[in-house]
T-cell receptor
Framework: DAGVIQSPRHEVTEMGQEVTLRCKPI?????LFWYRQTMMRGLELLIY????????DSGMPEDRFSAKMPNASFSTLKIQPSEPRDSAVYFC?????????????FGPGTRLLVL | AQKITQTQPGMFVQEKEAVTLDCTYD???????LFWYKQPSSGEMIFLIY??????QNATEGRYSLNFQKARKSANLVISASQLGDSAMYFC????????????FGAGTTVTVRA
């Protein structure tokens, strides 16, 4: 089975530009998570979807960040406008229906550099 | 307060030897789960092992075992017979409650295996 797929794997953009990160969760998983990893703050949960519905977006830094999940097999994280402090690795993770033990399976991440 | 504490920023271990990575956690919830992830230099997050708070036995997965000491609130990862491919960053994470989806991650420990 394919794991979580993210694209692009690397993104270099200039400040002010729009950035869209994409994620395809593992088939059959109904929970999807977006994380950001930086040296300073470690791994932070940005947003959590369950059955395509955003449940918790309290980790989204500010209005420049938005996330959507139009269907069970696709999600996007958008940054508009991007700023240099957004430079980080962004992970998408998915997990099956939650019964208490299930782990989250991470994608390979997107390394974002905003100049 | 930090929910997950990993006090060892970096460790060196000789090939074929065992290494123990420390993890302490803080929660007042009687039901919780503890996870270890590996992040090699390529960047992906790889799930290694899970321990539930009510599990009677310490978890084991191949060369990975979890030394779970509930009273001390510690969940140390033991890697036996270290291999060069074990060189990576290792993260301890916790989920609190039976329905909570959030994972709290520690700062990580870098392991370097020497030939």
């Amino acid at each position: 089975d394919a794991g979580v797929i993210q694209s692009p794997r690397h993104e270099v953009t200039e400040m002010g530009q729009e950035v869209t990160l994409r994620c395809k969760p593992i088939s059959g998983h109904n929970s999807l998570f977006w994380y950001r990893q930086t040296m300073m703050r470690g791994l932070e949960l940005l947003i959590y979807f369950n059955n395509n519905v955003p449940i918790d977006d309290s980790g989204m830094p500010e209005d420049r960040f938005s996330a959507k999940m139009p269907n069970a097999s696709f999600s996007t994280l958008k940054i508009q406008p991007s700023e240099p402090r957004d430079s980080a690795v962004y992970f998408c993770a998915s997990s099956p229906r939650w019964t208490g033990k299930e782990t989250q399976y991470f994608g390979p991440g997107t390394r974002l550099l905003v100049l | 307060a930090q929910k997950i504490t990993q006090t060892q920023p970096g460790m060196f271990v000789q090939e074929k030897e065992a290494v123990t990575l420390d993890c302490t956690y803080d929660t007042s919830d009687p039901s919780y789960g503890l996870f270890w992830y590996k992040q090699p230099s390529s960047g992906e997050m790889i799930f290694l092992i899970y321990q539930g708070s009510y599990d009677q036995q310490n978890a084991t997965e191949g060369r990975y075992s979890l030394n779970f000491q509930k009273a001390r609130k510690s969940a140390n990862l033991v890697i036996s017979a270290s291999q060069l491919g074990d060189s990576a960053m290792y993260f301890c994470a916790m989920r609190e409650g039976t329905s909570d989806y959030k994972l709290s991650f520690g700062a990580g420990t870098t392991v370097t295996v020497r030939a």
